[in-house]
């Protein structure tokens, strides 16, 4: 299936994102510049936002991206019902141009931060999770602003329609205080739209998906993803 | 600033007065930092071929074959005068320079390493100089995408005035993709790219070359400012470029802007060039001829283009969106022309710009003696506490708050992150290569010569603690005034230490860079850095072998101390904690001794008989053991009365850091066949103990908390940060 990958003037993890998605059974990925605009995406069946620094996150991680022409087509795709997956600084522009609730403050420690995190995923199915529920995962994370945050009556309804996907957890999934490497409220690490079908996600799936990385835990949900666009 | 004599030299090659323009571009192309005119006269110590270099030292970067038409480029650089004055922005273009040095040769940027020593972080201006290097370094690196994959950090009251930023960059490219640094065909067209030319960093390498004074806030505006996005896209435009072989020739503009860049590529391709300065896209009105050849405003490259390719190549760079211009040609007639519409404002002949300088007289000093003695040394009243102390000095502290300032993983090759004994990244063809770099500038200040030589081999038992067999060396040389005789013989001395490792252990030195004058005159006083040769090491992994880490990963095998202990306590980080101060004869350079057990631990690694490993460095054998435990699931219990050495007591044992040693878990079962290597080899070995499946650290006479030393070690720099 014809898979969008995204890349905005300072995006620099597309090539790691479509390396993998090559790996993966019936993806096949393709970059588009954004300059190409929403025209480039007519053919997509489902879009990746990599990470990165879009326009160099210069005004707001992700804020000149998320008003850009591509991001129209970007949306019409998510209106269709495909899969649309936004990886840290992607996650960062879904939430800019209004796909997703909330925002993502500076980290509470105001720098930037690079690790390994573990994430609980959560027990309620997503297109995303299939066949994770309640697991563990080890994944690293790596930006400067990656604090989630939302309203109080946004976080209810994240919480009562299950749209929590990935918490920050430790090493046994207890999400805990100090497991919390930002600062976002509950530990939330990944996020999705009401429909199911488009996931923000502040760790990296595509750097924990080969056994060489020391860790494949990311791998499935880019499997899960390619299955979604086949939908 | 030009000397008197230099500026007589050139008037009488020119037969006239060289004009404003000229001046100001032999003042750049002349000074320390673009002319090595003090260094390069001893290079020739250094072993720089190879079977496996590709391209040695003298362009951007030094490319290495790793075998299967893969090269690694590497390069390697300072950014200390600038950093010292304005953090932020000195580190940021530091990791910008390196960067462009290596794509400049043709290559993917896949690695970077950054090496930083400032004074004691409990000065504020200390801890300030660090903070804002760090996030310099990181908001740059991360933002264009190249993932950190090793570094180093030390403290010492020398860096007060004067802090150093190394950085590192690797890269790859097979061999019909390398672009040389050269303009070899008249006619072709000089075309630069990537950002606009403005008055930031003007004359930034003769600031460089000179000592601080009272007044170096005023150098502020000899300080670049980088901007991480243009360089993004000038790193894809170039991949594009690259890929369709359009380029006949390519440079960044680093230190001395467009004079160096065009005027070594006219130098390297035996030609001349004509630039047309009101072509150059400016970012600010009213910019004179010589501050735009001398401009180093940041994200710049200059592409030589031949006719039939232009056409391409613009089209490339206007669909990127990058500011470029058609500035000039190559010429035949060997001089650097500078035109402003159509007027002739500078005509230098190439061969005198570059490296025509006359060569300066330089004296070699006498350094002051050392005393091998020890009678400073008492015996620890407490172990336990004194390896709390080491584990919590400055020096040995954990680094995790720099490190995870940075983005260790983009480009999903990152196969061990930093904080290991090496950082590993994987290449093209599943090859897999190891990182480390390192520098003990107390051996250094005490003997120049073997401490620089043994601060190459601590590199070199880190690679080869992980399994990984060196095969490059990149240096950067950082020192105070060559004009003052003590200063100089330090330099000579180690490049002599360095010269000598080379070639003891058959490795090239393949890229480098010096930097001098690393000293500050406050109110007379000259404050001088301890001779600073910081050495990166890279090694190779045999095919689908894993990298060995440190920490311990099985309960009940045995720890084998290898290699001989000897009362070595003069120039350790014990000494100074104790004495406040280092003195004496440092640890001694032991080629012979290195290379039996470089080459017995790689066969023992080789034969999968080592679970964990650790080399013994800063701090001795009681900071190694500690740093196997720190971490990992398990413990120790050992009996370290009797070491092999001539130690006289169990503190000189735990605190000596004799060369050429190493810690190596091996199992029960490996132990036979381990053994018969170390004999072959004759390299000592003895058996410490043994790893237990508690969390204690059991050195037999004493225990060490390893929650102390947990908490010691992970607040020793934080403290004077947070």
């Known amino acids: 299936m014809a898979i969008a990958v995204l890349r905005f003037p300072g995006t620099n993890n597309e090539q790691d994102v479509i390396r993998i998605l090559n790996s993966i059974p019936g993806a096949d990925p393709y970059l588009v510049p954004s300059r190409l605009g929403a025209s480039a995406l007519r053919e997509a069946d489902g879009v990746v936002i990599p990470g990165g620094f ?15 022409e591509v991001i129209e087509g970007v949306k019409s795709l998510a209106e269709e019902g495909r899969p649309i997956l936004g990886i840290c600084n ?28 573990y994430l609980r995923v959560s027990e309620e199915p997503t297109m995303f999770t299939d066949g994770l529920e309640n697991a563990v995962l080890r994944i690293p994370i790596a930006h400067a602003e990656g604090n989630y945050y939302c309203s109080p009556e946004n976080r209810s309804m994240l919480h009562a329609h299950s749209r929590i996907p990935f918490r920050y957890c430790d090493e046994e999934g207890n999400v805990t205080p100090e497991s919390n490497p930002n600062g976002s409220i509950d530990n939330i690490a990944a996020v999705v739209n009401e429909e199911g079908n488009v996931m923000g996600m502040m760790p990296h799936p595509e750097r924990a998906a080969r056994a060489a990385l020391g860790s494949t835990d990311g791998l499935p949900i880019l499997e899960n993803f390619v299955r979604g666009t086949k939908c | 600033m030009l000397t008197q004599e230099e500026i007589a030299h050139a008037t009488k090659v020119l037969g006239r007065e060289p004009n404003e323009t000229e001046l100001a571009m032999l003042d750049v192309l002349w000074s320390e930092h673009c002319s090595y005119k ?66 400049s040769q043709g290559c993917k940027a896949v690695g970077l390493m950054n090496c930083l020593r ?231 002949p190439i061969s005198l710009l570059v490296g025509g300088f006359p060569v300066p007289e330089r004296e070699e000093g006498s350094l002051p003696p050392r005393s091998h003695g020890i009678s400073w040394y008492e015996e620890p009243e407490d172990y336990a506490s004194a390896i709390i102390e080491l584990l919590g000095s400055v020096n040995i502290a954990s680094r995790s708050w720099v490190y995870s300032q940075y983005d260790q993983h983009v480009q999903a090759n990152t196969v061990v992150d930093i904080g290991d004994n090496a950082g590993v990244l994987e290449f093209p063809l599943n090859k897999r290569l190891a990182f480390t770099s390192d520098c003990n500038s107390f051996w ?146 032991r080629p012979d001794a290195e290379k039996r057990a470089m080459t017995a631990m790689l066969e023992a690694h080789k034969a999968g008989l080592i679970r964990s490993c650790n080399n013994i460095g800063r701090g001795g054998l009681a900071v190694a053991l500690m740093k196997m435990a720190l971490y990992s699931k398990y413990g120790f219990k ?69 929650e102390k030393a947990v908490e010691a070690f992970e607040t020793g720099l934080t403290k004077y940060l947070e």
């Open chain 1, 90 to 117: 992607g996650f960062q522009i879904l939430t800019e141009c209004g796909l997703l609730p909330g925002v993502l403050l500076p980290n509470n420690s105001a720098r930037f931060v690079c690790k390994w995190v």
């Open chain 2, 444 to 589: 250094t200040l005490l003997d120049p010569q073997q401490g620089t030589a043994n601060s190459a081999a601590e590199a070199l038992r880190n690679l080869v603690a992980t399994g990984a067999r060196p095969i490059l060396i990149a240096d950067c040389l950082n020192f105070g005034n060559p004009e003052r005789p003590d200063s100089y013989a330090q330099f000579v001395e180690a490049v002599r230490g360095l010269g000598r490792f080379s070639h003891d252990f058959d490795l090239p030195i393949v890229g480098g860079n010096v930097s001098l004058y690393n000293e500050s005159e406050v109110e007379g006083v000259v404050h001088r850095i301890n001779p600073t040769p910081q050495i990166m090491i890279a090694g190779i992994y045999e095919l689908g072998y894993s990298p060995i880490r440190r920490n311990l990963c099985t309960p009940w095998a045995n720890i084998f101390l290898v290699g001989e202990t000897l009362p070595e306590l003069n120039g350790t980080e014990y000494q100074r904690l104790k004495l406040g101060e280092v003195r004496g004869f440092p640890p001694a350079y």
């Open chain 2, 118 to 348: 400032f004074g004691h972080p409990s000065k504020p201006r200390n801890a300030y100089l660090l903070e804002n290097v760090v996030r310099g370094i990181s908001d740059y690196g991360n933002s264009v995408g190249i993932p950190m994959v090793g570094g180093e950090l030390e403290f010492d009251d020398s860096y007060d005035g004067n802090c150093l930023v190394n950085v590192v960059c690797i890269g790859v490219v097979r061999p019909e993709k390398v672009v040389r640094s050269s303009a070899r065909t008249p006619g072709h067209y000089l075309v630069m790219f990537g950002a606009t030319t403005g008055r930031d960093g003007i004359a930034g390498v003769s600031f460089a070359s000179e000592t601080f004074s009272d007044e170096e806030e005023e150098n502020r505006g000899a300080v670049q400012i980088g901007d991480p996005l243009a360089k993004k896209v000038v790193i894809d435009t170039l991949a594009q470029l690259v890929e369709e072989n359009l380029l006949d020739g390519l440079q960044d503009f680093g230190g001395g802007g467009l004079t160096s860049c065009a005027g070594e590529m006219a130098a390297n391709g035996g030609t001349g060039v004509v630039v047309e300065v009101e072509k150059v896209p400016l970012r600010e009105p009213g910019m004179t001829a010589t501050e735009i050849v001398i401009s180093e405003s940041q994200e710049r490259m200059l592409a030589v283009v031949a006719p039939e390719k232009l056409e391409r190549v613009l089209e490339i760079l206007g669909e990127n969106d990058t500011p470029h211009a058609v500035i000039g040609k190559v010429t035949d007639d060997g001089y650097y022309t500078v035109l402003e519409n159509g007027e002739d404002r500078a005509q230098l």
């Open chain 2, 38 to 103: 003090s260094s390069k006269r001893w290079f020739h110590l250094f072993k720089t071929r190879g079977e496996r270099v590709y391209l040695g030292i003298g362009e951007g970067a030094g490319l290495v074959d790793i075998g299967d038409g893969v090269l690694v480029g590497v390069a390697m650089e300072s950014h200390n005068h600038p950093s010292q004055v304005d953090p932020y922005n000195g580190a940021a273009t530091g990791v910008g320079g390196i960067i462009r040095d290596v794509i």
């Open chain 1, 54 to 68: 879009s326009y160099g996150d210069y005004i707001r991680a992700g804020a000149v991206a998320a008003v850009g």
């Open chain 2, 638 to 706: 050992l009996n370290t009365e009797t070491v092999p050495g001539t130690t006289e007591t169990l503190g000189q044992a735990l605190f000596s850091e004799t060369s050429a040693r190493y810690l190596a878990e091996v199992t029960e079962t490996n132990q036979p066949q381990f053994l018969e290597i170390m004999a072959m080899y004759g390299v000592p070995v003895c058996e410490l103990g043994l790893t237990v499946a508690d969390r204690v650290a059991d050195f037999g006479k004493f225990r060490v908390s390893l």
